[in-house]
């Protein structure tokens, strides 16, 4: 099993480009989240899927839209990047309450590192 | 507001313990977690405790909650070179919640 993976690793963009972060996971896990890490301020949810065909905002969604694919797949897109939105972006996946062990153990990929000038 | 805080950094020599301290805000948390990152990767969940228990020990690891004062601790018996990692503490405020809340995250280096 690979576990969460991600792509690309590490992407520089220009102010105002778009792009799509890619997240997929094969351990059938239900729910699925975005986070971005910054410098001294931990890990923030930027959205969040509990199950395939939903989603919510987490803490800071503004900039961000997010597509659940499918149960195996959750996108995270900037439409138009700011350099605010430099950061490293972790996605990770999860049994789900629904389902699972109830402490619901979250699996993190291992990040992108966006740089946006 | 929801906060979960902790110091940035923390240095011990090899073989010494090491405490990692965390207050949440949340009373109503069911969970709380201990998350280690080492460099250039995700989070691994190190230990979970239930907002029932006073302490839970694994191998190494010892975590302790104060309820009443909304702390958390990890002391790490024995600390090794490998255990130099981000660790971070992270609540889930209420049951049926998906909405995780990380610490800062406390940085901490072993000296050989």
């Known amino acids: 099993n690979a576990g969460v993976t991600q792509t690309p690793k590490f992407q520089v963009l220009k102010t105002g480009q778009s792009m799509t972060l890619q997240c997929a996971q094969d351990?059938?896990?239900?729910?699925m989240y975005w986070y971005r890490q910054d410098p001294g301020m931990g890990l923030r949810l930027i959205y969040y899927?509990?199950?395939?065909?939903?989603?919510d905002k987490g803490e800071v969604p503004n900039g961000y839209n997010v597509s659940r694919l499918n149960k195996r797949e959750f996108s995270l897109r900037l439409e138009s990047a700011a350099p605010s939105q430099t950061s490293v972006y972790f996605c990770?996946?999860?049994?789900?309450?629904?389902?699972?062990?109830?402490?619901?153990?979250?699996?993190f990929g291992p990040g992108t590192r966006l740089t946006v000038l | 507001g929801e906060d979960v805080e902790q110091s940035l950094f923390l240095s011990v020599r090899e073989g010494d313990s090491s405490v990692i301290n965390c207050t949440y805000t949340?009373?109503?948390?069911?969970?709380l977690y201990w998350y280690k990152q080492e460099p250039g990767a995700g989070l691994q969940l190190l230990t979970y405790?239930?907002?029932?228990?006073d302490m839970k020990q694994d191998q190494r690891l010892t975590v302790l909650l104060n309820k009443k004062d909304k702390h958390l601790s990890l002391r790490i018996a024995d600390t090794q070179t490998g255990d130099s990692a981000i660790y971070f503490c992270?609540?889930?405020?209420?049951?049926?919640?998906?909405?995780?809340?990380f610490g800062t995250g406390t940085r901490l280096k072993v000296l050989a």
């Open positions: 990770a996946s999860s049994e789900g309450l629904a389902g699972g062990p109830y402490y619901n153990e979250q699996f």
């Open positions: 351990m059938n896990h239900n729910s």
């Open positions: 899927s509990a199950s395939e065909g939903t989603t």
């Open positions: 949340d009373s109503s948390s069911t969970y």
């Open positions: 405790i239930f907002s029932n228990m």
């Open positions: 992270a609540e889930r405020p209420t049951s049926g919640t998906y909405k995780y809340i």
